[in-house]
């Protein structure tokens, strides 16, 4: 536990890649979306809703990339196993989205009790989501970065533990499984219910519910990869 405590720590000595350019790329959306939906208030038929919120979680999935591709190789050379490799990272990123969740939680609250910054913009508040139950609407911060985090990891993994031709096999499995699957619902007309289902998910199941029960097996499965990954 003390070599994957020590993994975790090390994750922050590259603090701009996980605390810098997140909050950064999040800071420049906010004021970017504050000075357009400013400058177009007048106009009765613009509702100030945005989804630059989305950034900070694109730029750590990338982020969770780079870490078994660049830092990976790094600590095996140091004598650190995979095991405590992949504890430590796990650690880590638990760590990152109960603390990012909490600051977007907080910037959420902010920008209810000022009406949307002035202007009546939803940057930071969660759609779909019961904002009056404050542990579904942190979990609904917190548990998206995990998603995304595991699934970077996931396919990181695969390039270190199969190379070009298992990103390849990955991306040709994903093209038959997404292309089959919408040939399927599109033949069987099932569109519609398909999206009578998304409609009647409450905004907890989506956030919340859903992306914890993707999170689990995906967290198992690059487990089980990192032990034979090469670096």
């Known amino acids: 536990m003390n070599r994957a405590l020590t993994v975790a720590r090390l994750q922050f000595v590259a603090w701009p890649s996980v605390v810098g350019w997140p909050w950064g790329i999040l800071a420049l959306s906010f004021l970017i979306n504050l000075a357009l939906f400013a400058a177009m208030q007048g106009d009765p038929n613009v509702q ?36 405590s490799f992949y504890l430590g990272n796990v650690l880590q990123f638990a760590a990152q989205a109960i603390g990012y969740a909490a600051v977007l939680y907080l910037l959420a609250v902010v920008e209810e009790a000022t009406d949307g910054w002035g202007i009546q913009l939803r940057f930071f508040g969660l759609p779909y989501l019961w904002v009056e139950n404050p542990v579904l609407r942190f979990l609904g911060f917190a548990l998206p970065f995990l998603l995304l985090g595991f699934i970077g990891i996931a396919i990181a993994l695969v390039f270190k533990r199969w190379g070009a031709n298992g990103m390849l096999t990955l991306s040709a499995a994903a093209l038959v499984v997404i292309g089959g699957l919408a040939t399927l619902v599109t033949w069987q007309g099932w ?4 999206g009578g289902w998304f409609a009647d998910q409450s905004g907890a199941a989506l956030l919340v519910g859903w992306p914890a029960l993707l999170t689990l097996p995906l967290a198992a499965v690059s487990y089980l990869v990192i032990r034979r990954a090469t670096p």
């Open 191 to 194: 569109w519609s219910a398909i």
């Open 48 to 83: 100030p809703t945005t989804g630059g919120l989305a950034s900070i979680y694109v730029v750590m999935f990338i982020a969770c990339i780079n870490t078994i591709t660049q830092d990976f190789p790094f600590a095996l050379g140091l004598g650190v196993s995979r095991r």
